[in-house]
């Protein structure tokens, strides 16, 4: 006796229906790969695709405006250069003196020189050597015409703009006294 084999259409549909939705899905992936390849072969400078060689790299072309281009002669940059240079930001500080020049009491000893060496282990030189804050150990600045580097430090010099010059006598460093002078940092 043969058996008659019986296909149900319904699950002939249902495979059709499946294996059409997975070729739609399969079709529609392959185009979406193609297109994100090509937007990141024209937009980015380099890009390896899985659909070329890992050598193949395309160059991004930049376009030239020659509008914005402007060549600038040597002579006229360095003006700009020097221009920046004197342009240095300037700001006020608040300068006294020191020194170890004629001292005459042991009192003045303790205050401006108790050992004769500054914070940086240098004998302080007059219209050289200032006291600064700690930031600003080694630095130079340009006060009064005059080119200071920060040797020492001190209890009262803290903060910006707050400098302690050492004068060749105590009597200079007196007559001193507190000043607001320009200074800027070299």
Same mark, same amino acid.
């Given at each position: 006796m043969k058996k008659d084999i019986l296909i149900d259409n319904k699950l002939i549909k249902k495979v059709l229906i499946i294996t059409g939705i997975s070729g739609l899905t399969l079709g529609l992936l392959i185009v979406a790969l193609v297109q994100v390849n090509n937007f990141y072969k024209d937009n980015y400078l380099?890009?390896?695709? &899985?659909?070329?060689? &890992?050598?193949?790299?395309? $160059?991004?072309?930049?376009?030239?405006?020659?509008?914005?281009?402007?060549?600038?002669?040597?002579? @006229?940059?360095?003006? @700009?250069? $020097?221009e920046i240079e004197e342009t240095a930001e300037i700001k006020v500080g608040r300068i006294t003196a020191y020194s170890c020049g004629g001292i005459t009491t042991e009192d003045e000893r303790k205050m401006n020189c108790p050992n004769g060496i500054t914070a940086t282990g240098t004998t302080p030189k007059p219209y050289h050597t200032m006291a600064c804050d700690r930031a600003n150990l080694g630095k130079q600045f340009e006060i009064d015409g005059h080119i200071w580097t920060c040797e020492d430090t001190g209890g009262a010099i803290k903060g910006e703009g707050r400098f302690d010059i050492y004068l060749p006598t105590v009597q200079e460093a007196r007559e001193f006294g507190v000043q607001h002078l320009a200074y800027k940092a070299l």
């Open positions: 380099e890009f390896r695709s &899985p659909f070329q060689s &890992p050598i193949v790299i395309k $160059a991004r072309e930049i376009p030239q405006n020659e509008e914005i281009e402007e060549e600038v002669d040597d002579s @006229q940059q360095e003006e @700009q250069e $020097a």
